[in-house]
């Protein structure tokens, strides 16, 4: 089985920054893409930013420039380094990712169980 777990959440001050790890354990051959989603209440789950196992990169058009996602691959883990934070990057933010248990089988996705970032004053 394949567990997802965030860390590094909690409340920030408008302009402050926060880094979000996430790490991957069970069994694992290899993961693909992982990224960062995020959840506000009465709001759909959104892509923030993603990574492929090649290290390329893509983000939602309001956290470009302010938040980098990045991975180590030997621990299997994904983190999101955010700064110049604003309240409207309050949400639930959700780790994912595309994993292979084997060599030859297809990859499945899996998600955390989120971490709470709140961004006021």
């Known amino acids: 089985q394949v567990q997802l777990v965030e860390s590094g959440g909690g409340l920030v001050q408008p302009g402050g920054s926060l880094r979000l790890s996430c790490a991957a354990s069970g069994r694992i051959f290899s993961i693909d893409a992982m990224g960062w989603y995020r959840q506000t209440p009465g709001k759909q789950r959104e892509l923030v930013a993603v990574?492929?196992?090649?290290?390329?990169?893509n983000y939602v058009d309001s956290v470009k420039g302010r938040f980098t996602i990045s991975r180590d691959n030997a621990k299997n883990m994904v983190y999101l380094q955010m700064s110049s934070l604003k309240p409207e990057d309050t949400a639930v933010y959700y780790c994912n990712a595309n994993v292979r248990r084997t060599q030859l089988g297809r990859a499945m996705g899996y998600w955390g169980q989120g971490t709470q970032v709140t961004v006021s004053s």
């Open positions: 990574i492929t196992s090649s290290s390329s990169t």
